[in-house]
């Protein structure tokens, strides 16, 4: 299995609340991703990374914010929490570009 | 921006037929395109690749899927389907930016039941 882990792997929060999520690494991979999954919506990228500093937004970046000091950290930031938040989320790595991606095993977030 | 539809959010198909699960894409370029499964409760896992190579790719566990750029499509086939098979599976579009930034879009997925 590929070394990636995240961090909580289950979190209920309130609205209003921040909360960040934790993707980590062992494998030294250049391409980090944050996605959320919803039924209905398959999923959604959030934001990613190509490299240390280096970010940019998917298609669902409103209200989360993300930070990668680090290779084998990329950290995702709900500054203030909200019910349309309530989701899994998934952090994924690949080495290369069109190279395998691999997926976190998921951090279910709920926001009462 | 590229972007990616599967046709029909359930398939329902009996143990030991034909499964076929469809893709199209949107691209102004030659994609890299991919078929990602997904059990109940885990992460996904990749079943297949198309890197411009061979047009008709093979994957892991019985899948297949053929590369058509006139029809921008990259359907999902096994010829026979078992119990195990039953999964959610996503179809998926390496979007390349400038600057070596690199991304890869996904569909709304196909769940597959598989009927005994």
């Known amino acids: 299995d590929a070394g990636i882990t995240q961090s909580p792997r289950h979190k209920v929060t309130e609205t209003g609340t921040p909360v960040t999520l934790r993707c980590h690494q062992t494998?030294?991979?250049?391409?980090m991703y944050w996605y959320r999954q919803d039924p209905g919506h398959g999923l959604r990228l959030i934001h990613y990374?190509?490299?240390?500093?280096?970010?940019d937004k998917g298609e669902v970046s409103d209200g989360y914010s993300v930070s990668r000091s680090k290779t084998e950290d990329f950290l995702l930031t709900l500054e203030s929490a909200t019910s349309s938040q309530t989701s899994v989320y998934f952090c994924?790595?690949?080495?290369?570009?069109?190279?395998?991606?691999?997926f976190g095993e998921g951090s279910r977030l709920t926001v009462l | 921006a590229q972007s990616v539809t599967q046709l029909g959010s359930h398939v329902s198909v009996s143990e030991g037929a034909l499964v076929l699960l469809r893709c199209n894409y949107s691209?102004?370029?030659?994609?890299?395109l991919f078929w990602y499964v997904q059990y109940p409760n885990q992460g996904l896992q990749l079943l297949l690749k198309?890197?411009?190579?061979?047009?008709l790719v093979k994957g892991i566990n019985g899948f297949e899927a053929e590369f058509k750029k006139s029809e921008t499509s990259f359907h999902l086939t096994k010829p026979s389907a078992h119990m195990s098979d039953a999964a959610e599976y996503f179809c998926a579009v390496s979007d390349l930016r400038q600057g070596g930034s690199e991304k890869l879009v996904f569909g709304k997925g196909t769940k597959l039941t598989v009927n005994p």
């Open positions: 994924a790595i690949r080495d290369r570009v069109a190279g395998e991606l691999f």
């Open positions: 691209s102004s370029v030659p994609p890299y």
């Open positions: 494998e030294n991979h250049r391409y």
């Open positions: 198309y890197t411009s190579a061979a047009t």
């Open positions: 990374s190509y490299g240390v500093k280096d970010t």
